[in-house]
């Protein structure tokens, strides 16, 4: 299990019909230690690089910018 993944198992609110739901403010914090221990890069940072094909490995922060996308599209992280 990547350390991502751990993250959101630990902060995920599980409901009795299996839905598991993370706040906004989960994904965020979660994006944002990641991103930095793993790239040394705030998640605004690395998800900008992601955006404008300026990231090296996305493959290494697939989880991360998979997550990423449960953000509304006007999320301020995602801000360009």
Do not use: W
Not at 23 to 35: G, N, P, T
Request: with cysteine.
């Amino acid at each position: 299990m990547s350390s991502a993944a751990f993250l959101i198992y630990m902060a995920a609110k599980p409901h009795t019909n299996g839905i598991v739901r993370l706040s906004r403010q989960e994904i965020v914090d979660c994006l944002e230690a990641e991103s930095r221990r793993r790239c040394g890069l705030s998640a605004r940072q690395l998800l900008k690089r992601a955006n404008t094909g300026r990231l090296k490995d996305r493959g290494a922060v697939a989880d991360l910018l998979s997550l990423s996308r449960l953000l509304r599209r006007n999320d301020p992280i995602l801000a360009r």
